[in-house]
Each structure stands twice: as structure tokens, then as C-alpha cells.
């Protein structure tokens, strides 16, 4: 007989078996009971709660490029669990053993109070007398995703993720799994779905989660990757079951190889695992508490204030007093609360392959960077500037206070992208000059706010110091938090902005430190629309710095638009403000003051799409906030010839609500509701439009 542990923790059912011979299986993880009938006997040996493979260790089965059919991950047995609570919710732990060379294995699965999210991570502890090679371990293991329901999965399953790209980020896509060449053809196929990321850019290429909907049965199951470097997860058939496999870097897609002495100890990287019944709006739900709940406590997100910042359609990188002062007027008067000095701060002329210092140029400032702080803090707001910490140009005068030892190294030499090196924050002199950078900002300047952006990826590591490549850049990834963790102890009230090229590290191994996230670096305000609608399914709404910057030549429905953009998520304000006309100016000004209305709302809320997740080739798109019975609602006319929308408000079926136009209030909406069928239409006749609305019950 096997022994079955199972519990029910918010919402999500855990079932795993250990098997006579001591073999554990992970048999459910989901939203709904497990119905064991559906596990045929000789089918549970592919329900394996873990894989690990170490060098010189054998493979089992049939498996091609997949991670399954691993060893010792075959030979490990149950050794004991443990089932306890502490300050953040339940906690299950679940040890196995290997036999033959004394590796120990923990399963840590952390639940959430009131959460239907769970992180899980895998912990090593060679226990053995000789060392072993990891080269891959699995973070979560899932069999049997699709076992509920009577149709096939190639009917009844769909998987959606998030393409990303510089000034193309969160490019919301939903598939079958034969659309993505995975059909039920055998029992058990060397073909995979996979996802990966390798480098210093956790989102160079996709959003490091997903989403599986069993649509027979309305339920799903999502997760997310928290880590700041390389990752992966891959479906696959096995058994005839739909399987599951995350993981942190491994050696196969990323480089990666861990050496375990004797003693040691390694964690894998953690995920956040997570079941509901419904689909990417309970999935959304679900991950923005749960990214509220692992995120540092923190002002910032509470108040979220204003900021403007000088670079987007704009100053470009090229600020100087005379060019600044105009603007921090502006920006004062118009409502803005930080006023951030983007790139080009530091030199005379072109800097791209020259900074490293961090010392403010006198040719652009004559009188001083503190006298434009303190110019920023006399007119009410707070100053900030932008910072590059993790790079040092490869003509950076400081390069010659360097050694190897400052930078990634790869076969002997320093490792270059885009004309910079990477530095190695395991080195203390690298946290040393990191450290004294930030403390002069802070301290002699008066800064309040660092816009930290980092515009290179390193690749699959380092070779000083490490087991492999990938195993310098994991070590260095983590290095990196600690360090930031560090400056918010040290400036509790300094708040970081994490940016790469916009949005190419949107993971939350960052946002669970940095308070706000650069959602793009897209210059269309148009094309903007469908990255801030969508923005809330990756990172908290106020999380989600969008911009908005009216144009010189614009008129005010691309003011209005502009500012729509943002005003459910964090606005990052930009603009040639002074250069407006004053009934575009007072655009601005309304829709900021309208913002510091509504934004303690934000903080609690959670996001809904009435038109579902848009992508960018929709002509109209809607990205809801929802808290209480209040509901606030962007309507984006994109194009196309119609003139109204149908947004279906299943939630308010049946009741009767009012919608008043929240922005702007001189441009009011026509609107009508069906309250039967729960359809609010929505006149916008022209395309580039948009308007925010707000919706109330009635009654």
C-alpha cells in the first residue's frame, strides 16, 4: 500500500503518493479534488515529484532534449515530510535520498495565507563522500495537467504566455497544444513545449510565466519563474499524461553545472505555482496578491506619486541647465511629485562606451548638479537621476582601476556586449564602487529617486569563480539582490526604478525589491495602449510604469490618449511639457490631478479585460481595475470603421450601474448597459481615442 499525504491550502488541492519501494509521486496539483481513477497503475511512475541529473549518471526511458527520466532522480526515495506553519502560511517540506551516493533532496512548497499561489524550490545537501555534478534540477514537477475532463487535451487544453521585446513588451498568445506541435499521438513522445531564457535579461525573449487552461472543465493551472537570470519550463506527454517541468539554469539550454563537495548545500530557483477555476483573469487575480505579498514593504507602493522624467520624446539623453529649467517648472505646475534627470547626466558628448564614474559633467551642468536638485526640491518635488550601475563602458576612465576580476571573464577574457562589460557583484570592489555610487547620490547630491536601467545582456555567464558559466552568473544574479537589499536598508525612503531597455527584467527575484518596473521603452503612444493593457497580467498595477508624453505637434485627443495610458497603473510623465499649448497643458494637469483621486484605490485593486487580453492588432482594447463595487475602466479606439464596443461585464449581470466619464470630465462617453446580458457599449467614433471611465452599482 502507498501512503498518500494530502492537504487543501487556499484553494488548491496537494496530493502526493509515496510508493511501496519508497519512490514519491507528486499525483495533484489544482483547483479541483483529485479524482484518482483517472491514474491508471502504470501510469503512476511518470508522476515523479522531482528530476535531477547529475554527470556520469545514466538516463532513463526515451526522453530526446526533455529533462525527464533523470538520475539519480530515479533512485531517490522518501526519507520524511514535515507539514507547519509560520508567518506567511502553511509549509510543506518533503525530503528524499539517494541511496547510492547520499544526496538529499528537500521539496519546499510555501503556501500564502488567503492565496491560491504556492513557491516551490528544491533544496540539495550532498550527504554522500565524494562530490557530484549537478546538471539539472527541477524547481516544480507535474504530471497528469490534463487527466480532468472527457475530450482529448488536444481539444480541451490551451497554454498562453507573454512574448517580450524592446519597445514590444507583453505580447500576450494562446495556443493548442497541436498549434505548438505537441498532439496526442503516443503515450510518450521526445517532443516538448519549452520556454527559456538564458542570460542576465530574465525577459529578453518572454515574460518568465504561463498559463494552462483545461477548458472542458474551466479550471487552470499558472506559474512563475522568480529569478533574475537564466530559467526554463517545457510541457511534454508522458505515460499518456500531460507533464510539467520548471527549473532555474540548467546545462543542456543554459550552461549550467553545479558542483556539490561533500556538505554542500544548493537551492534551487524558486516558482510560483498557482490553480483557480476560470482562466487568465483568475490567474491574474491570484499572482498579483501573491506579487503584492512577496514584495518588499515599501511607501512607494502605497502613495504612488508622480514622477516625470526628462528622456522620452523629449530631451533624448541630452539634459542640460538650460534645457531642464523650463522643464522642472512645468513639471511642478502641472502636478508631478519626483522629477527624474534621465541618461547623459555624466558627459560632455556621446557616453554610450564611457560610463563607469558616474561624476556629473560641468560642460552640461556649469553650476553644479546640486544646483538642479535643489531646484527640483524647491519647486515640491523630488529629484532623481538615471543610473547604470551593473556596466562599465570599455573606454570608462575607471576601467583603469579595474582588474579581470571586476568583470564576467569567458575563455580568458573580459565578456563585451554593446561596448560595455559586465561587473561581477560577487567582487567585493565591485560592491565597493556600487556602494560609494549610490552614497554619493543619496548623500551629496540630495537624490531620492535612481531610474537603475542595465541596456546589455551577458550572456550565459562567468568562468571566474564558478563550476560552469552559468553556475558564475546564478552566483552572480544573487550577489546582485543581496546588494539591493543592502542600499534599501541603508535608504529606506530611496525609491529605485527597475528598468532594462524598458522591460527586459520584468521577474520578480527584481520586483519583489524594486518598487516600480519601466513597462517599455515604445515611443508610439498609440502602439503604447496595448502594452499598458496588458502590463497588469505580468507585474502589479502599481507596479506598471507607463509613459506619457503629449507631443509637441499632437492635439488633445492624443493628449488624452497619452494619459490614459497610465492613469490605472504608474505614471512616468515626460513631454516637451513648457512647449503645450494651454489647453493641452491643462489636459495634462486635469488628468494628473484626476490620478491623485483615484490612485489609493490602485494599491488594492485587481485588473479584469472585458475584450480579454488584447494584442497589438486589436482596433479596441479595455484594461479594468476592480476593488469593492467600484470598477474603473480604460477604453482604448484603436481603429477600424465601428463606432461603439460591446464590453461584457459578466460580474454586473443583472444589476444596474451608472458609468461616468472619469477622463476627461469636458468629453463625456454615450454609453448603454444591457443589464440581462451584462453588455456595456461604448461610443468612441474615431480611432486614437480613449477614455476612462468609471462604473458604480446602483440600487
Known sequence: MSQTIAIHENGIHLVFAVEPDGDLLLLHAGAAPLEEKLILPEQRQGFRALELQASGEDRGEYHGQLHRASYPGLRMKFAGHSDSRNAI?????????????????????????????MRSWTELVNQGTEALDIEYVSSFSLTGLAKEGSSRRDDKMAVSYMYNGWQSEMQWRTYSLPELGLSQLTSRSSRRIALSTSGSWAAAEFIPMALLENRETGSCLFWQIDH??????????????????????????????????????FESVPVAVGAALGGAEAAAAALTLYRRRIRRPNDDNRRLQIIFND?????????????????????????CEYFCIDAGWYSAGEWWDGVGEWLPSSERFPEGIKFLMDRIRSRGMVPGLWLEIEVMGINSPKVAETDDSWFFMRHGKRVKDRSRYQLDFRNPAVVAHADEVIRRLVEDYGVGYIKMDYNINAGIGTETDA???????????????????????????????????????????????????????????????????????????????????????????????NMVNALLLRVHQSGHLAELSPRRKELVKEALDYYKQIRGFIPEALPFWPLGLPTAEDDWMSLGLRHGDRRFLAVWHIGGRSRTVQLPLPALTGQEIEVTTGYPSGSPVRWSWNLSDGLLTVELPEPKTARLLEIRVVG
Open 89 to 117: 502560511g502553511r509549509k510543506l517540506e518533503l525530503t528524499l535520498r539517494d541511496p547510492e551516493t547520499g544526496l538529499a533532496a528537500t521539496l519546499h512548497y510555501q503556501f500564502y495565507d488567503g492565496i491560491s499561489v
Open 228 to 265: 533574475n537570470g537564466s530559467w526554463e519550463w517545457e510541457l511534454f506527454d508522458q505515460f499518456d499524461h500531460l507533464s510539467l517541468l520548471i527549473s532555474g539554469p540548467n546545462e543542456h539550454d543554459h550552461h549550467w553545472l553545479k558542483q556539490l563537495a561533500p556538505g554542500a548545500r
Open 311 to 335: 528622456y522620452m520624446n523629449c530631451l533624448w539623453g541630452n539634459p542640460t541647465t538650460e534645457k531642464l529649467l523650463p522643464l522642472i517648472d512645468a513639471a511642478a505646475e502641472a502636478g
Open 467 to 561: 563550476d560552469s558559466f552559468g553556475d558564475g552568473l546564478l552566483q552572480h544574479n544573487r550577489a546582485y539582490l543581496a546588494w539591493l537589499d543592502r542600499q534599501f536598508a541603508r535608504y529606506p525612503e530611496l525609491v529605485i526604478e527597475n528598468c532594462s531597455s524598458g522591460g527586459m527584467r520584468i521577474d520578480y527575484a527584481m520586483l519583489s525589491r524594486y518598487s516600480i518596473q519601466s513597462t517599455s521603452d515604445q515611443d508610439d503612444y498609440v502602439k503604447y495602449a496595448q502594452i499598458a493593457a496588458t502590463a497588469p497580467a505580468a507585474l502589479t498595477p502599481e507596479q506598471a510604469a507607463v509613459w506619457s508624453y503629449p507631443l509637441r505637434e499632437g492635439d488633445d485627443e492624443e493628449v488624452i490618449f
